[in-house]
């Protein structure tokens, strides 16, 4: 009996350890190898899909949001922060989207899908963006796709909104209680400050977009025009 007591606690001894060591098994930090970015200077193509413009800003709002793939959470161990973070994982095979998690996840249903319920899956549009870039090389790749002299709602807001913070401003989620998907929203947030300061990284206002790079001088003043001239829906 006494034997086969020690025996017992020996296995769940084992079981525990193992348990352990299984549960760990994410923690080890992986040396993640940043490429250099090609193309920022040049004007945009229509037919590339650019990484830094579409594709990483659209991941970070989907998907890099804190409590998910986020450089601190990273769920699974994956970390969709930045390009080097991205190709490390593993799951994008350049050339061939059928064959890339990162592409094929999207299309799964239930809990499956990513990003998962109740967050909405992507629409076709974002999805095309993953498959073109993932098809075209999945390259680390920029172009200038910013003007200061266009400051309108419908040509330069609007559009920065939905790719860079609507993913995490939306009806199913709403980070801050902040819908930016709507004009309404993005002008309550305009007029009472909180905008600006929070995209220009003011003291006293949470730096946006939450958990990646500041957004660019040009798209900055792009805001700030359209807020000086009263944040209007043209
Ligand atoms: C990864 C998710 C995420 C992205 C991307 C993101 N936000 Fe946020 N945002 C949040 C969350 C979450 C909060 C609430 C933070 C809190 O209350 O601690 C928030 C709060 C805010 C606030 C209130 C700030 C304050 O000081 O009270 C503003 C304004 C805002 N976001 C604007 C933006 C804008 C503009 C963008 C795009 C340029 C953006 N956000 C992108 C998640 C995000």
């Known amino acids: 009996m006494q034997n086969q007591n020690s025996k017992l606690v020996e296995i769940i001894g084992l079981i525990l350890f193992l348990l352990i060591l ?10 993640v190898i940043e490429s250099p970015v090609s193309g920022g200077e040049q004007t945009c193509s229509a037919d590339t899909v650019y990484f830094q413009n579409k594709v990483l800003p659209l991941l970070n709002s989907s998907c890099a949001m804190s409590g998910c793939h986020d450089a601190i959470t990273h769920k699974e161990g994956i970390n969709l922060a930045t390009y080097g973070n991205i190709m490390a994982t593993g799951g994008v095979r350049p050339g061939n989207p059928g064959n890339s998690k990162l592409y094929t996840v999207l299309n799964r249903t239930g809990n499956e899908r990513m990003p998962p319920p109740p967050a909405a899956a992507f629409t076709q549009a974002q999805k095309d963006i993953v498959y073109k870039w993932i098809m075209q090389g999945a390259k680390n790749n920029a172009c200038n796709d910013c003007d200061t002299a266009v400051f309108t709602y419908s040509g330069a807001v609007a559009p920065l909104m939905n790719t860079y913070c609507k993913g995490c401003h939306n ?42 790079t500041k957004l660019s001088d040009c798209k900055i003043e792009q805001v700030q025009k359209w807020v000086a001239a009263g944040a209007p829906n043209n």
């Open 22 to 31: 299984l549960s760990c098994k994410h923690e080890i930090p992986v040396q």
């Open 171 to 212: 009806p199913s989620s709403l980070g801050g209680g902040i819908d930016l998907g709507v004009y309404a929203g993005v002008k309550s947030v305009a007029l009472n400050g909180k905008l600006l300061g929070s995209i220009k990284h003011q003291t006293g206002f949470i730096a946006m977009p939450q958990g990646s």
